[in-house]
């Protein structure tokens, strides 16, 4: 009871610290490619991940070797590449809205490649009082709506890829190798996918990394955001399963208004208030093991 505890705080820690990645990735890319962003924070976190640990870590199955190359690919290269891209065609309103469906393409994938069970009924029930929750939270203005058929489909990928990337990393978890080193030997392969597409960019202006307001979020996204979360959600996701862990997805949308509110000021309405306590709800019912 008491490591299934820690690890649904886990979770929650780790959806609470990614919530807060946009601002810190949108001032950041006003100086650099999302792909030259992306590589740069996950080499870093690359490379804080073999201080911690630092032992190689040797794989001699071409087939376990093939699925750390998919988890990097998902997890890393496209599904950051989706959502950086999403931003740019479509209001992130949306894309937040979009991709905090993740768990329920996760619990398909779980049970088309995992071979588990459909979740519960409970877990739907949740799923539908969550998202209406999120549209609440995510569109204050319903008069100001906007569709972008290519940013919301890009963001549509997202959620698929971040699905893959979970199944990959549940059956990674069965080689029971260390978390750091699975967690490190994926973003060497994530790195290794972006250097074509940060090469193609051109090359990186260094001075900004004299600016201190830039270099600590590189610093944040690349040793917080990334090498520490990344394992953090790997421990959760090996403990609880990955539709369990999934569903703290729902969460992002009600962190990232209440820290506008604390820091940035902006007011929190009735019916904001009802989209919270709707997500809330659709999360504590879709970890209920009591309905159905």
């Not at 058929?149 to 990393?169: I, K, N, Q, R």
């Not at 996918?193 to 202006?205: E, R, S, V, W």
Request: charged share 10%.
């Amino acid at each position: 009871m008491n490591k299934n505890i820690i690890c649904h705080l886990l979770a929650f820690f780790t959806v609470f610290v990614w919530s807060t990645t946009f601002v810190s990735s949108k001032i950041i890319l006003q100086y650099m490619t999302p792909a030259q962003l992306v590589i740069i924070r996950f080499f870093l976190g690359y490379i804080a991940l073999w201080v911690f640990k630092p032992k190689p870590l040797i794989i001699n199955n071409i087939k376990k070797e093939i699925y750390f190359i998919l988890a990097g690919l998902f997890g890393v290269t496209l599904y950051f590449l989706f959502e950086n891209i999403a931003l740019l065609y479509t209001m992130a309103s949306n894309v937040g809205i979009i991709v905090s469906v993740v768990p329920f393409f996760v619990a398909i994938c779980s049970v088309i490649f995992l071979k588990e069970p459909l979740p519960k009924i409970s877990f739907f029930i949740g799923f539908v009082l969550a998202m209406i929750g999120i549209c609440i939270i995510g569109i204050k203005d319903f008069t100001s709506v906007h569709f972008s058929p290519l940013g919301d489909f890009l963001a549509l990928m997202a959620t698929v890829v971040w699905a893959f990337y979970s199944v990959t990393l549940k059956k990674i978890s069965t080689f029971n190798y260390n978390i750091l080193q699975t967690t490190r030997r994926i973003f060497m392969y994530g790195v290794i996918f972006l250097i074509p597409i940060a090469l193609h960019n051109g090359p990186l202006d260094l001075s900004v990394f004299t600016n201190i307001k830039i270099l600590g979020n590189i610093l944040f996204l690349s040793f917080l955001a990334s090498a520490t979360c990344y394992t953090t959600w790997s421990i959760a996701q090996e403990k609880l399963g990955v539709v369990k862990t999934s569903v703290y997805i729902y969460l992002s949308p009600v962190i990232t208004t209440v820290a506008s509110a604390i820091v940035l000021k902006e007011n929190i309405t009735f019916m904001t208030i009802v989209g919270i306590c709707l997500t809330l709800g659709g999360l504590i019912l879709s970890q209920s093991k009591k309905l159905g």
